[in-house]
């Protein structure tokens, strides 16, 4: 069935560091995919998408790259920061439905 | 700053007791969702709405009933709550593939 999974639950990263976040997905026929912060006690939070026709896109500080032959997304941070410190999903869309994988927690060490 | 507002925050009920849980928009968006959400772990889709009038299930069975009366509220009720429905409750509106979070509601059913 469709699946959007992570590859590692948590990740720890010293500050200043790059982070990257991995993520696996099942569904080729999705349109876009899509990250998500949560932190500790709020609902996730939008950060970025990519169309499924492109690899890369960038954002303030962060970079997603969209690897379609072999259904892997991932999720870059630049001079990672300790409010950079949450839970991040990636998440497929297709039509009406979004399906979220479960997360990765990253800890920023100061 | 998205608007999106839930209530209660927190809630401690007894097995069989009725509840609604509260969510409410000021952005005008015609689609709304509801989430289950274990600590950590992926969001799964239990209803969701076009618009007015408008309601479908999700993927997740929750026993719960949602209504969609006006544009900006989208109440959840459980007619019975169990043990089982202990949880977090997201509610969330969107426009295109950016979908605005409520802080969510954790319910726990003694």
């Known amino acids: 069935g469709e699946s959007v999974g992570l590859h590692l639950p948590t990740l720890s990263v010293q500050e200043g560091d790059n982070s990257i976040i991995n993520c696996a997905y099942s569904n080729s026929a999705s349109d876009y995919f899509i990250w998500y912060k949560q932190e500790s006690g709020k609902g996730p939070q939008f950060i970025i998408d990519i169309r499924s026709n492109m690899d890369k896109r960038q954002g303030q500080r962060v970079t997603v790259l969209l690897n379609k032959t072999v259904k892997h997304l991932s999720l870059q941070i630049a001079a990672t920061q300790p409010g950079d410190s949450a839970v991040y999903f990636c998440a497929e869309r297709g039509g009406f439905k979004t399906i979220f994988g479960a997360g990765t927690r990253l800890f920023v060490k100061a | 700053e998205a608007d999106i507002y839930q209530t209660p925050r927190y809630l401690v009920i007894g097995t069989g007791k009725k509840i609604t849980l509260e969510c409410s928009q000021t952005m005008g968006h015609d689609k709304m969702y509801w989430y289950q959400q274990d600590p950590g772990m992926e969001l799964h889709l239990i209803h969701y709405?076009?618009?007015?009038?408008?309601?479908e299930k999700g993927d997740l069975s929750s026993e719960s009933t949602v209504s969609r009366i006006r544009t900006e509220h989208f109440p959840l009720t459980l007619e019975s709550a169990r043990p089982s429905h202990t949880s977090q409750y997201l509610c969330a509106s969107s426009v295109g593939n950016e979908q605005f979070f409520g802080p969510g509601t954790r319910l726990t059913v003694l």
């Open positions: 709405s076009y618009g007015v009038n408008s309601t």
